[in-house]
């Protein structure tokens, strides 16, 4: 079974062609249908939320039955699987928390297969292999047949997902041109950049190679219009003028380079045309390595700057005899023009490197994504005139973990005096090494690095690594977390910038154009969302710059949905899941593991106890766990305690439903619920905000999970707390005490979900559900949840004014509830009292009863209670406002709620 998304939907099966030749078609015909299954398919093999396929679905506003008819959509779409592939077809789709999963094979979707040929493409162009690079492309680009699921309606995860493929494809194309212009296919190019350079009026790199092209043809005058056409397009339409490649290559042409003319390399066709110079391949090759803009090597016209150029990058003079560092290999990366934030950490870090012994080693770590290369860089340049003789760039992520990349021994060679090899102890009387800043980029570990040292003798060493490489003697070293609040919060505001700023960049100089939907609640939420980990800010504020139409408000709706955030923090090829998953992908089985198993945990801080529960371990081994991962970065440790940074929690959760076993994720989840429901009930009344979300989160957990009675016993511990949803989850824990046959938890429930009720002022509905679970207390015989619901049927006769009726219900609660151990029912009677006091009897009435409150709630140890009985002593103890007695007395019947005596309107 094989499908095709890169066009029109296609499904073909093990079926024989029919007599036309062609394989019978498989494709949905309905509308509705194809989108459910290109969703799945761009998702391949990763968990969709039924909430990221709703929004796909129904956009703007979904049915009340979108989870039903979504449903019925998989069951249809598992049909038409079992049609196209009878023996497997059905298993492909599965049901998997919270969403579905479709499970193919690396080479059964087009796209799948694309990304894999144009990855490897990449690859073989870096290591200038240009045939292979350009066989590999042609191979990637063939694939297409069209726009992504050109028949199919889109919505935000297609759409997304065609904005990341189309901009993929002209990567790719542009890869394939450089290859061929190395391989001296010049002539054959013309007719086609002519096309492309038509078709994409302002991509730069599609008119340099048109130019090289021409001018390998002797058509120098035609290269030369051809800048002269983009320079008049930027100017007009942007204000902007050419980059610094373009324009070096026009100064060239102009100049007659005879370099210009040469193509070849490893690989290369050797035509009657084709020159046998290799410099611009190792160019190309040496620009990729070196991480410079675009990422997939320099065209073939820009071999690099002249003399005086590349000194200026270097930050040397040309005249006092610099060396020229920046214009070969292991050239350190352009300065960032849009270079924001970190202010404290970059003062440290340019400290550090300044002060550094020559042969000294400086480190910069932190968690994937948070701007560790643009931070060593962008000090790098800060430096340079501490390093007279050049700064040099070299990334070790090529060299398997523990070895070197090719093409690092003729960046070391630039180090070291000529009679020594990469790698060598200086001799006695060598000649003195320059005074040069390396930085070593993807650093995996010391093993890498130390080799090296003794040869580096005049050179400082900036590491760019994950984690700390302690075993350097003399390391020190600044440790990147997110960003600042207003740090990323300025960088999603700043997403518009000012006429001249790139589109699309984060210029910290940009002016900050708030439009319709950003203001600074949105924007503090979007960065929230992200985590405000640097690499996801820049993510979606680049999905502001691409999408005029976007708000900041949309782009936070959007980010809302756990399941599908990391769907929208990708954009051409930045991808915040992969770098994650780069880090997560580099740690043995043991710690992804327990990596995964700590999801199950409510966000926020936690400690060893509570991931002992999580990994099934004993406390000091849960420490010894944590300590691991924190090495590693993807668990955060402060003072306070640990926590899974916002984005590497939910990559954890898609992990967690993808490689283990339901049975395996139900009995961690049953050890966390049993944990939190334990540590709650030791502890009643000192619950936080953020505690009780946690318990809110764990209750639904443990109701997914159909651990019924624990859901009921989290639910429990929340005591007093009425959360945002508390609806919704005292729902959910009342049909689970149904599920479990607990009269008594239903009762519980049903007071609980009574006491909400009534604060919305929906009395009907609050009376019946304190009468239910009154009800249902009395054929539990629970005595004390029966007196609970009198207390709550009280109220209402109190909010409607009808004293007597209040009185007769709460008399004999109140003798119920002054049995030990029913404290806290006994404080919600009180309370009542005290207010039927003030209403009936007066205000010293009444301060005696919130006296006893106030005892109680002491007894408790519920701060949130002792606060509202002080405060309402306080009130007691104030002249009347606007007349005397108790008739003109605001109330504060409960925490935070306030009537107007004795039957009044919210104020």
């Known amino acids: 079974m094989r499908f095709g998304i890169l066009g029109p939907l296609e499904v073909t099966g093990a079926a024989a ?67 196209a592939d009878p023996d497997n077809g059905r298993e492909a789709l599965v049901t998997r928390r919270p969403g579905y999963l479709l499970r193919v094979g690396a080479d059964a979707v087009d796209a799948l297969a694309f990304e894999d040929l144009s990855r490897r493409g990449h690859q073989a162009l870096q290591a200038s292999d240009f045939a292979a690079a350009a066989d590999l492309h042609r191979r990637a680009l063939a694939l297409w047949r069209g726009p992504l699921l050109s028949d199919t309606p889109h919505g935000p995860v297609l759409e997304g997902a065609a904005v990341r493929l189309a901009e993929a494809r002209t990567s790719a194309l542009d890869e394939r041109i450089r290859a ?30 048109l130019m090289v092209a021409l001018y390998r043809c002797g058509r120098q005058a035609e290269a030369l219009r ?29 100049e007659g380079d005879p370099a210009l003319t040469r193509a070849g ?47 200026a990058v270097a930050g040397t003079g040309a005249g006092a005899g610099a060396p020229g560092w920046s214009a070969g290999p292991g050239a350190l990366p352009a300065a960032d023009p849009c270079f924001t934030g970190r202010t404290e950490e970059l003062d440290r870090l340019e400290r550090m490197v300044r002060s550094a012994p020559a042969g000294g080693c400086v480190a910069v770590t932190g968690m994937p994504g948070a701007g560790k290369t643009a931070l060593a860089v962008e000090a790098a340049h800060r430096v340079a005139d501490a390093f007279p003789d050049g700064r040099l760039y070299l990334d070790l992520r090529d060299g398997a973990g523990t070895g070197l990349p090719s093409g690092a021994g003729s960046v070391l060679e630039r180090l070291l005096p000529a009679s020594a090899g990469p790698g060598a102890a200086p001799a006695d009387g060598a000649p003195q090494a320059p005074r040069v800043l390396l930085v070593l980029d993807g650093v995996g ?29 003399g390391l020190r070293s600044v440790l990147l977390g997110p960003w600042r609040p207003d740090e990323a919060q300025r960088l999603v505001g700043l997403f518009t910038g000012r006429a001249g700023t790139r589109p699309g960049t984060l210029g910290a100089a940009a002016a900050l154009d708030a439009g319709p939907g950003l203001g600074p609640d949105t924007v503090a939420e979007v960065a929230e969302l992200c985590g405000r980990l640097p690499l996801a800010v820049r993510t979606a504020a680049a999905q502001l710059a691409a999408r005029p139409h976007w708000t900041a408000a949309v782009l936070a709706d959007r980010l809302r949905d756990e399941g599908g955030r990391l769907d929208v923090l990708r954009t051409g090829d930045v991808d915040v899941r992969a770098r994650l998953l780069d880090a997560y992908a580099a740690c043995p089985e043991p710690q992804r593991r327990a990596f995964r198993l700590l999801s199950l945990l409510p966000p926020g801080r936690f400690g060893a106890r509570q991931a002992a529960a999580a990994l099934d371990l004993t406390e000091a081994r849960a420490s010894a766990a944590l300590e691991s991962l924190a090495d590693e970065r993807l668990v955060a440790v402060d003072r306070d305690g640990c926590h899974l940074p916002e984005l590497l929690r939910l990559l954890a959760v898609e992990r967690l439903a993808l490689e283990d076993p339901p049975e395996v994720v139900r009995a961690a989840a049953e050890r966390v619920c049993r944990a939190y429901a334990a540590a709650a009930a030791a502890q009643p009344g000192r619950m936080s905000d953020s505690g009780a979300r946690g318990l809110v989160r764990l209750a639904r957990t ?47 429930m049903r007071r609980s979900l009574g006491e909400l009720a009534w604060q919305y002022r929906r009395v ?37 004014g009808e004293w007597a009726a209040a009185a007769a219900l709460l008399e004999p609660a109140l003798a119920a509830l002054s049995a030990p151990g029913r404290t806290r029912g006994r404080y919600e009677a009180s309370r009542a009292r005290a207010l039927l006091a003030l209403a009936h009897e007066g205000p010293e009435s009444a301060r005696a009863w919130f006296g006893e409150c106030l005892e109680l709630a002491g007894a408790l140890r519920d701060q949130r209670l002792e606060v509202y009985a002080l405060r309402s002593l306080r009130a007691l103890s104030l002249p009347p406002e606007g007349g005397s007695g108790p008739a003109a007395r605001a109330v504060e019947i409960r925490p935070g709620l306030w009537r107007i005596h004795p039957a009044g309107v919210p104020t």
């Open 702 to 748: 443990a109701y997914g999970a159909g651990l019924w009675a624990l859901a009921v016993r989290l639910t429990d511990a929340l005591g007093g707390w009425l959360p945002d949803d508390g609806e919704a989850v005292y729902a959910l824990a009342l049909d689970a005490a149904r599920r479990c046959a607990d009269r008594s938890a239903q009762a519980r």
């Open 265 to 311: 390399g490893r690989g290369a066709v050797r035509g009657a045309g084709a020159g046998t110079g290799t410099t611009a391949g190792k160019t190309a090759a040496t620009a990729a390595t070196a991480g410079t803009p675009g990422g997939t090597g320099r065209s073939p016209g820009d071999d690099g700057p002249p003399a005086a150029a590349a000194a």
């Open 764 to 800: 009907e509905r609050a009376h019946e559900l304190f009468s239910g679970a009154l009800e249902l207390a009395r054929e539990a015989g629970d005595e004390e949840e029966a007196a609970r619901a009198q207390v709550g049927l009280a109220e209402l006769r109190l909010d409607a």
């Open 180 to 209: 061929e212009l190395h391989l001296g296919l010049h002539r054959e190019l013309v007719a086609e950049l002519q096309e492309l350079v038509a078709e994409h009026r302002m991509h730069e790199e599609f008119h340099t190679h």
């Open 226 to 254: 051809v800048f002269t056409t983009l320079r008049q397009t930027l100017v007009e339409e942007l204000g902007i003028e050419p980059g610094p490649a373009s324009t070096r290559l026009q100064r060239r042409i102009l």
């Open 17 to 83: 062609p029919t007599d036309g030749g062609r394989e019978p078609s498989y494709a949905p015909q309905a509308a509705k249908l194809r989108v459910v299954l290109g969703t799945l398919l761009i998702r391949a093999n990763e968990v969709v939320s039924v909430e990221s396929l709703i929004d796909e679905l129904w956009p703007d506003a979904p049915p009340r039955t979108a989870t039903t008819t979504l449903q019925v959509y998989v069951s249809h779409l598992r049909k038409t699987l079992q049609s």
């Open 445 to 473: 570990s010391e093993t890498q690095v130390r080799p090296l040292l003794p040869a580096l003798r005049g050179a400082v060493v900036l590491l760019v690594a994950r984690r700390v490489p302690a075993g350097l003697p």
